[in-house]
């Protein structure tokens, strides 16, 4: 038998703290993304949000970590918890063409 233990308010306390002490690492936008869903685990919406947006705009984030965070924000901010569109809300919600060469 396998016993599951969610431990997000252990998960949150470290995520925040690699988060506020290591600027320049590659894995600042997993950490954003990841702090993002489990404070939303835990009911905590508006934090979630309000890291998703803080990870979007972090210089550290790479690319593809910077494309799923904004993904999340379009979807967390819906409203009433957010009446403004983000800017890149269209870019993020079209799906991108799929190219296969043989």
Request: hydrophobic letters at 40%.
């Amino acid at each position: 038998m396998r016993i599951l233990l969610y431990r997000y308010t252990d998960a949150i306390r470290v995520l925040k703290r690699l988060l506020s002490t290591v600027a320049s690492d590659r894995k600042r936008g997993y950490w954003a993304l990841r702090l993002s869903v489990d404070l939303e685990h835990m009911n905590r919406s508006n934090e979630s949000l309000s890291i998703a947006e803080a990870g979007v705009i972090d210089p550290w984030v790479r690319a593809g970590s910077k494309i799923a965070l904004q993904r999340r924000v379009v979807r967390l901010s819906k409203p009433p918890r957010r009446w403004k569109v983000p800017s890149y809300a269209n870019a993020v919600t079209t799906n991108i063409k799929e190219v296969h060469i043989t």
